[in-house]
Nanobody, 116 residues
Framework: QVQLVESGGGLAQPGGSLRLSCAASGFTFSSYAMSWARQAPGKGLEWVSGIYSDGSDTYYADSVKGRFTISRDNAKNTLYLQMNSLRPEDTALYYC?????????WGKGTLVTVSS
């Protein structure tokens, strides 16, 4: 079955960096586009970034463009999100997602807190 497990969240200071990972299993990772989304406390889900199956194209929400970088290692079945210049408003639960056979699968998320 499809499984997505996020890791790498934690506490960061404003201006700091974190790198999130998403370990995928249960499907042919290299054949599917992947994305990251987040949900801040008391707010709705926000799409953050997406990447093509082969990594050839990437997309970002305006709120993170120039600060976050999405990447993937198809040999390791792992998706990444490098987050730099973090801001308090980046505080959220971060999820990775895949659409497999027409169904969206999500991990359980990893919590990022940006605070001094």
């Amino acid at each position: 079955q499809v499984q997505l497990v996020e890791s790498g969240g934690g506490l960061a200071q404003p201006g700091g960096s974190l790198r999130l990972s998403c370990a995928a299993s249960g499907f042919t990772f290299s054949s599917y586009a992947m994305s990251w989304a987040r949900q801040a406390p008391g707010k709705g889900l926000e799409w953050v970034s997406g990447i093509y199956s082969d990594g050839s194209d990437t997309y970002y929400a305006d709120s993170v463009k120039g600060r976050f970088t999405i990447s993937r290692d198809n040999a390791k079945n792992t998706l990444y999100l490098q987050m730099n210049s973090l801001r308090p408003e980046d505080t959220a639960l971060y999820y990775c997602k895949v659409r497999f056979n027409g169904v969206d699968y999500w991990g359980k998320g990893t919590l990022v807190t940006v605070s001094s």
